[in-house]
């Protein structure tokens, strides 16, 4: 059995256990990179830079899953980060003012998985919150809307997003497990790919069990504590 299917059922089972006791079970979910696979929305904002700047080796190039933003694919395309800065800043600011949107952010696919799993654990009694990096005025809406969109659960949910863009994630997401009041729980998961995050609030919280999604980040950090590791929710 691997280890994602194993730590998965553990959870569910936790849950139910812990709803026939009548006491609460919280998780957390991340959405960058943890339920949603976002290189296709930057590979939508590419390709569409490219057609419009006229760049067709930028055209074809593929977004890969583990790409983090858009310099790896821009160098594989045969571009060089010093000599075509001026064109790499100007997809910099076109990526970047796509990416953060509610429009682009329909462009994202959930992990394979990922939708199954969350209404499982929802089903199973466990209360779901999701917490995100994204900022409430460029992506509330959207982010609602695709959370919808691909079925996962969005009753008694909170979806939680910054009110300012400009806002650390890791200071945002370590002072929001800071100010819930996490002993109305008698268990608190929380499902990360960052490990920026992660080491914020392993340090702060450290009765919140985290789970690691080992598929993207920004290679600012590593996760030094032992904790749970998984790389996807299949579950076969
Ligand atoms: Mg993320």
Request: glycine letters at 4%; aromatic letters at 12%; one cysteine or more.
């Amino acid at each position: 059995m691997s280890a994602n299917h194993s730590k998965l059922n553990e959870i569910i089972k936790s849950s139910l256990e812990l709803r026939a006791q009548n006491l609460r079970s919280l998780a957390v979910f991340d959405l960058d990179s943890t339920l949603f696979n976002v290189s296709t929305r930057t590979q939508q904002i590419l390709n569409e830079f490219a057609k419009l700047q006229g760049l067709p080796e930028l055209e074809k190039v593929e977004v890969k899953i583990q790409d983090w933003g858009i310099k790896e694919a821009v160098i594989r395309a045969g571009y060089h980060p010093e000599k075509d800065l001026p064109m790499l800043e100007k997809l910099r600011e076109y990526w970047f003012e796509k990416f953060f949107s509610n429009e682009y952010v329909h462009y994202d696919v959930p992990y394979a998985g990922a939708v199954s799993y969350v209404l499982e654990l929802f089903k199973s009694g466990c209360e779901i919150n999701y917490l995100t990096g994204r900022d409430q005025h460029r992506m509330g809406r959207g982010s609602l809307e695709v959370l919808k969109k691909w079925g996962f659960p969005c009753e008694a949910m909170q979806l939680i997003l910054k009110p300012e863009r400009t806002i650390d994630d890791g200071l945002f997401k370590k002072n929001w497990f800071i100010n819930l009041d996490r002993a109305q729980y008698e268990k608190i998961y929380f499902f990360e790919n960052e490990p920026v995050n992660i080491n914020a609030v392993l340090e702060t919280s450290p009765d919140v069990e985290i789970i690691f999604l080992d598929t993207t980040h920004a290679r600012r950090e590593t996760v030094a504590a032992q904790i749970q590791r998984i790389f996807h929710f299949g579950r076969s």
